[in-house]
């Protein structure tokens, strides 16, 4: 017997105008639709009802609030196509971050007058499988684009640190090595309380910060950041992730970046010291 129901979808966005008009697109497309104003009311939703759809916006007001949510959908029904609204263009540098989590960036307001077809003709061309049980080390290997895309937004927002002007290639260029020492690491794990190996990057690194005229605080602040951007990578993807795992892993990358800040201040300090000796005639 052919399924009958209307497939649902859950319709997330901070703007009552754009909900309303939305969900009458939508309605007018053959779908149900469920509101919610915020992320809150989202998660709360997600927690008790089921979906075929996800339609979030990616600003409410936070730049990962439609991440968020997307993350959620993927935990609690995976095989929901997931979509993500947003009003900004330029996206370059966001772009790979979102659509390592859901399967699609619509333009809105453009997108919204077709939204109904590109949702049927997602869904009958079928979604992909819901993805398998992956290792921490794989997640940070397929992600590191989009783990470094988010962490150049981070720093974008510390003037402190953009006052040294830098390109984003410039500014990151260490870190696709330092993705590869952690998925070595995380691969080929140390005994809890070995020295970490050296990284003969981390040095060039911190070499590196001195002479384009980076403070001891603003290479510290990067890190930090740093860490905050693969946490939230894993945070993206725990639905899989096997969770015996996750807590021995997030111990080997904390102390990895550790290891490799401690091994550029070194570097750092030795340099700023070099810099200043009295110069000979």
Known sequence: ???????????VDDEE??????????EDGGFEVVE??????????????KFDVLVSDLHMPSTGDG??????????????????????????????AILAQADGILLKPAALQGLSETIWARLK?????????????????EG?????????QRVDREPGIVSVRL??????????????????????????????FASPAAVAHGVRRRKQGYTAAMIVEESRMLQVSIFQTLQNNLF?????????SVMAIADEVDSQLAQAMAAFIAESSMDALPSLA
């Open 36 to 49: 919610a104003g915020n992320v809150n009311s989202a998660l709360e939703i997600l927690t008790t009802q």
């Open 144 to 152: 590191s684009d989009a783990t470094i895309a988010d962490w150049l």
């Open 125 to 141: 061309s079928g979604k992909a499988a819901a993805p398998t049980v992956a290792t921490v080390a794989t997640i940070l290997e």
């Open 17 to 26: 105008m754009i909900r309303e008009t939305t969900t009458a697109i939508l």
């Open 167 to 196: 390109d984003d290639n410039e500014r990151s260029s260490h870190l696709p090595q330092m993705f590869r020492d952690l998925v070595a690491r995380l691969r080929a794990p140390l005994e809890l309380g070995t020295r970490a």
């Open 67 to 96: 991440l968020t949510v997307v993350s959620a959908m993927r935990h609690l029904n995976p095989e929901a196509l997931t979509l993500i609204l947003s009003g900004f263009p330029e996206m370059d540098r966001s772009a790979a």
């Open 1 to 11: 017997m052919k399924d009958s129901r209307k497939p649902r979808v859950l319709l």
């Open 240 to 248: 899989r992730v096997h969770f015996s795992t996750v807590l021995e």
